[in-house]
């Protein structure tokens, strides 16, 4: 199902491309719709899942008595709190605005359609928050597959929204921020039928006196802090960017979507297979196996990771222009959008290396050192992010977040070595010669049979996928059979066990 859910994202992005390109009024859109959305991963599916999950799993084992009450304390809290919010975000709409994009007040049409859209998309917050709620319930309680399958009806109602309604809307744009309430209505609405059904529909009944309230209160504070590095750095980029030509946010937003599919596949598939493996060594005092296993994740991280950013790096322009080239999304947001995915590419590797790192840290329970380590690359990022934009624009914003990403990934394994959470298991040097020349034949293979840019630009749809596929699986099929040539056998690649 998250599959799923990437490949309706893309279309999603496919979409909004044809319809808004990257206009100003898109601009002022993904801003009004990235502050409730920022709200959402700090709170509503970060800090607060974080905490109620193992609290509400303490009640069942240990309060079954007690559970559902507990549960309508929590939801009844969450929802006065939560429409508190929404309600002075609605009077200060336009503060929030010059807080996280400040080069909008200078830009009165972007500065007018942010204020207004945000109005409009604020109330999400609530409907998510109360999504997550229900979500975190039913995964506690084992139903899995309505949680699993909620983040497609977001996805679903922006597509239907930008095909159907904004066509024949007086303000286009406008629709979206409609669209992303419609979005939540049907997530929140698809819960409760798989509540009640299970008979654990919580009635709201706020009581902050509960001790289980109050023992989620105080979790979420911790937890807040380790969400929050990873969610202000994902704020950073537009808000400079707010300071830009207009159509910059649009195409940092594009690239970053773009780059965000190989390392959700990658990183999380990787991340997902290693950290409970991780644990349950770590738990069964297994060093040498734990060891073994951090080296895998990070090997197939490199050995995955490497093709996917040359690949996106060399095939930038092509890439833009197969997927996303039509409608309003011109041949000059084609070229824009490929200087910051080009950035971005960079820094894929180090992206996807993090998850593998991070999880040598969560599996000992050290959440501390990660956090402290992204506050670290948080700050160099912002410092660049000065430097670099001055120079390189929106592009210079893209490497500030991808050199970021390289020295979080540097301090993270520099710690793990040193505090010997990991020990070397096998030679890395043979793997890094293999990687090298693998990596050097698909450049040369890339670079001498992709066609120019403006050519890309000329082909029919139908001659840019075909070309675009030739080279993918040509490239890739290059890259592993040096690695088969070199000395690479499957047995390298399968993961360790015990």
């Not at 041949?331 to 590797?349: C, E, F, N, Q």
Request: glycine content about 6%; proline content about 5%; charged content about 10%.
């Amino acid at each position: 199902m998250t599959m799923v859910s990437r490949i309706l994202g893309l279309v999603r992005d496919i979409v909004l491309a044809q319809a808004f390109g990257a206009s100003p009024g898109f601009d002022a859109f993904l801003i009004a719709f990235k502050i409730p959305n920022f709200l959402r991963r700090l709170f509503a599916e970060g800090a607060f899942s974080q905490a109620f999950v193992p609290v509400l799993s303490e009640y069942r084992e240990q309060h079954g008595d007690k559970v559902h009450e507990f549960m309508g304390h929590i939801a009844g809290c969450l929802v006065i709190s939560i429409l508190l919010v929404v309600i002075v975000a609605e009077i200060i709409a336009p503060v929030l605005v010059i807080i996280f994009a400040p080069g909008f007040y200078h830009d009165p049409y972007r500065f007018t359609m942010a204020s207004s859209m945000l109005r409009i998309t604020f109330p999400y917050i609530l409907l998510i928050s109360m999504t997550a709620l229900s979500g975190a319930i039913l995964n506690t309680y084992g139903r899995f597959a309505i949680p699993a399958f909620t983040p497609v009806l977001l996805n679903a109602a922006l597509i239907g929204v930008a095909w159907w309604w904004a066509p024949q809307a007086a303000n286009p744009v406008m629709t979206l921020a409609w669209g992303v309430i419609l979005g939540g209505i049907l997530q929140l609405s698809i819960q409760v039928p798989a509540l009640l059904k299970a008979g654990i529909m919580p009635k709201l009944i706020p009581n902050w006196r509960d001790s289980g309230v109050r023992k989620v209160l105080k979790l979420m504070v911790p937890a807040l802090f380790g969400v929050s590095i990873a969610q202000i750095s994902l704020l950073i980029d537009s808000l400079f960017a707010s300071f830009l030509p207009a159509g910059s946010i649009s195409w940092l937003y594009y690239s970053d979507r773009l780059i965000f599919l190989p390392l959700g596949v990658i990183g999380v598939a990787l991340a997902t297979v290693v950290l409970p493996a991780l644990s349950k060594q770590f738990s069964s005092g297994k060093e040498q196996s734990y060891s073994a296993t951090f080296e895998w994740g990070v090997k197939m991280a490199l050995i995955l990771g490497i093709p996917a950013a040359i690949g996106i790096y060399i095939l930038a322009g092509p890439l833009l222009a197969t997927l996303i080239h039509r409608g309003q999304f011109t041949s000059h947001d084609v070229l824009m959008t490929a200087k910051s995915l080009r950035a971005y590419a960079i820094g894929l590797p180090f992206f996807i290396l993090i998850k593998i790192l991070a999880s040598g840290f969560y599996s000992r329970q050290q959440i501390s050192i990660p956090v402290k380590v992204a506050a670290l690359a948080l700050i160099v990022n912002i410092v660049l992010n000065v430097l670099l934009i001055k120079v390189l624009a929106h592009a210079g914003l893209a490497l500030a977040t991808a050199i970021a990403a390289g020295v979080n990934t540097i301090f993270l394994f520099i710690l793990l070595y040193r505090k010997k959470y990991y020990v070397t298991q096998t030679p890395w040097l043979p793997i890094l010669l293999r990687l090298l020349l693998a990596s050097v034949l698909m450049v040369i293979f890339l670079e001498w049979l992709s066609a120019d840019i403006a050519v890309w630009l000329m082909w029919t749809s139908l001659q840019r996928v075909w070309h675009l596929a030739a080279l993918v699986c040509f490239s890739m099929a290059l890259y592993f059979a040096s690695l088969l040539v070199s000395g690479m056998r499957m047995h390298h690649l399968k993961p360790p066990v015990g």
